[in-house]
């Protein structure tokens, strides 16, 4: 198949290497560099502490107790004395789960990686205490988030210690008119699983044998019609991984959590949505061979 887009020349530095790696063209749109090449040595962030000292935030993040139950409950996104992430962004990862996994899945120093980093949550954490970071979206909001794919990820096999993922899951925000954003894609179609299976794979890849990825997914009410998507995400990823826990998220930024809509919910019978699935899993020790994957 012909392609549009130029090929595009990807370095990047994983365990002190640095390796570079040609990304072809995608038939589904990946959207490629085709002016200058990308250089994954501007996207990898160190561990700073200059941010630690001007957020103030990284004692409460490496200070406060962590969650002993699976039900977790942020009211605000982010540490009133910090600002992790941007508030603003719809669909905002709060910063108090990207802390409980970093802190509880890796070491300083050990290398996150978010494919899908939205407004820049898991680079503030990440960095705030003490780890490098690769932050990829295929729109990104901030020059330390690379332009990338999530379905194709510019690193090398068994590389990365904790992978965190927090991917649309419908079409119902707008986050890129960029035709190869998942973010475009209806929930539970044909389209949206194949998509769906192409990150997991990729994030299966990368992901060091015995390490741990965490996915957050909310379901969908929309049109008088509920999809399971969490449901869907839990049996894909069943597939790739072995399963650590799930966490229940609390929702609180939601635009549909207002009176207005609590009243709708209430006349017309159905339910706005509470909670987001917080998967945590980890990758097997012995890679599971094509006919266990399916």
Known sequence: MACSLHDSTFTAIVRDLSITFDVPCRSHGYSGVDSEPLTMAQALLPPNTDLERVLR???????Y?????????????????GSFGDPRFNGVTPAGIVTNLVRRYTRPGDLVVDAMAGSGTTVDVARALGRRVLAFDIAPQRPDIAQNDARHLPLLNDSVDLHFVDPPYSDNV?????????????????????????VARELHRTLKPGHV???LISDEY????????????FELLHRF?????????????????????????????????GFKYLFITRKREREPSEEDIG
């Open 57 to 63: 935030g990284a004692d409460v993040l490496r200070d």
């Open 65 to 81: 107790d962590l969650e002993s139950t699976t039900l977790w409950d942020f009211e605000y996104q982010s540490p009133a004395v």
């Open 174 to 198: 707008r986050y890129s008119g960029d035709p190869a954003c998942v973010g475009r894609i209806p929930a539970g179609t044909v389209r949206w699983h194949e998509a769906m299976e192409h």
């Open 213 to 215: 990825l965490g996915w």
């Open 222 to 233: 929309r049109h008088g019609r509920f999809t399971p998507v969490g449901f869907h995400v």
């Open 241 to 273: 991984f072995e399963l650590v826990d799930i966490v229940c998220i609390v929702r609180h930024h939601d635009r549909s959590l207002n009176p207005m809509w609590e009243h709708r919910a209430r006349k017309f019978g159905f339910y706005l949505r």
